[in-house]
């Protein structure tokens, strides 16, 4: 069965499985995704969240507040993490961010005096499940949210943490899963806070269900593969063979995000920029936009089409596109009211169509094509952050200075792998 599987491979992993590469490319990617938890700390939706940590007392570490109990100490980190969307992504049969988990790494690693190798052996795992979910089957195209994947990934790295055994793995994978099914009704349409929230709560409910296992609480042990577990009501098209072959250093294959956007955009925006120095924006007539069909499902829906927020916004293909032509440059200011009503005219004149091929071509590449007037066009197809074309290290450290100007705090992240107990502040 898959919950054996996985529980086996979660029992197995040592850190000194990990090879040079990985445990660099995972410091890398908790290095990015603090960076993005800290410029979160004055978006709308964490001024509302952070008050709820006034109803609670507890010793779990928290993103910019005094820690707090576990659950919404998770749920509040993950949140930060996720926000801006800005952190890293995987793209297979269903998309993923697999470093929403650090949120509930680092409560849980607070809480029981975890070593900075630890949390990298249990992000490790935790990158492992959920990413073999993804290329197993497609969760979007369902109805349902990749946050289910997401929360059985928090679940294994947790149960890594924790040193559980297997039985208590899959325990945790159960009382995580089981109740606590994500609707992917929060990503279509006119997006909200519940777009990183949907992350949040996975990360709230899975030290919820490490804690309750710790403890001796039990659940069903066939999460998975029971008569009405996930596979037969959700995934009956799963492809459980990927799970043969589970590896610790499998998260090499996860990208890093130059831009605040969607990732299907990220080629969109280097696009728009070369473009943008072609051709002044009063001399277009139309943008023609060829790209694949992820891309356009997710991006260009007619929800998309007039954002009046940043949630929708980052998911908004016609909007990152005419902003960054306008601007000639993409960062977080172009999230505010002013840019999305400056962008309409432009995005009025912009068409989105699916090409086959490179609807054949994704996850491999990532193409798009703009075509400005019939006349100058641009194609990218790998974006830099893609693990084929990946940042340097001088760009990931400009990447977290400019979100947030604390060099001090990138030079104590970068010694994860030497921390005895995790330190933020």
């Known amino acids: 069965m898959i919950e054996d599987k996985i529980a086996d491979f979660v029992v197995r992993s040592k850190y000194e499985d990990l090879d040079d590469d990985t445990v660099n490319e995972i410091k ?9 938890a800290y410029a979160s700390m004055d978006s709308p939706a964490y001024n509302a969240i952070k ?44 998309p993923l961010h697999p470093s929403d988990m650090f949120g509930t790494i680092i409560s849980a690693a607070s809480l029981f005096k975890k070593t900075g190798r630890d949390i990298i052996k249990a992000a490790a795992v935790g990158y492992a499940v959920s990413m073999k979910f993804c290329d197993s089957t497609t969760l979007r195209k369902k109805g349902y949210d990749h946050v289910n994947f997401t929360e059985i990934g928090m679940a294994a790295a947790l149960s890594s943490l924790l040193n559980f055994d297997i039985d208590q793995t899959i325990n945790t994978i159960s009382i995580a899963l089981v109740p606590h099914i994500a609707l992917r009704e929060s990503r279509v349409g006119s997006l909200t806070m519940w777009k990183a929230g949907a992350t949040a709560e996975s990360s709230r409910n899975s030290i919820f269900a490490a804690l309750a296992t710790l403890h001796g609480f039990t659940s069903t042990k066939t999460p998975l593969s029971g008569e009405l577990g996930f596979v037969n009501i959700i995934a009956r098209d799963i492809n459980k063979n990927v799970f043969d072959d589970l590896d610790v250093n499998y998260m090499k294959k996860t990208y890093i995000k130059k831009y605040p956007v969607e990732y299907h955009a990220q080629a969109a925006v280097d696009a728009s920029l070369y473009l943008s120095n072609k051709i002044s924006v009063d001399k277009i007539k139309k943008i023609d936009v060829y790209t694949y069909e992820a891309a356009i499902s997710i991006l260009a829906d007619k929800g998309k089409w007039n954002p009046e927020n940043k949630e929708t916004a980052d998911h908004s293909l016609p909007f990152i596109i005419a902003s960054t032509m306008i601007n000639r440059s993409f960062w977080l200011e172009n999230y505010n009211i002013n840019e999305y009503r400056k962008a309409h005219d432009l995005m009025k004149k912009i068409n989105i169509i699916e090409d086959y091929k490179y609807t054949n071509e994704y996850p491999e590449k990532l193409p798009i094509k703009i075509v400005i007037n019939d006349d100058i066009e641009k194609y990218i197809d790998i974006p830099e952050g ?40």
């Open 28 to 36: 890398k990617r908790f290095v990015d995704a603090v960076g993005v």
């Open 51 to 94: 008050h709820l940590a006034d109803y609670s007392q507890g010793n779990a570490l928290t993103f910019g507040i005094k820690n707090t109990e576990p659950g919404l100490s998770a749920f509040i980190n993950s949140l930060l993490i996720r926000y801006l969307d800005f952190n890293d992504t995987y793209l297979s049969l269903e």
């Open 386 to 425: 893609h693990y084929k074309r990946p940042m340097s290290l001088s760009s990931i450290e400009e990447k977290f200075i400019k979100l947030t100007n604390n060099k001090k705090l990138l030079d104590k992240l970068w010694h994860l792998d030497s921390m005895e107990a995790i330190e933020i502040e």
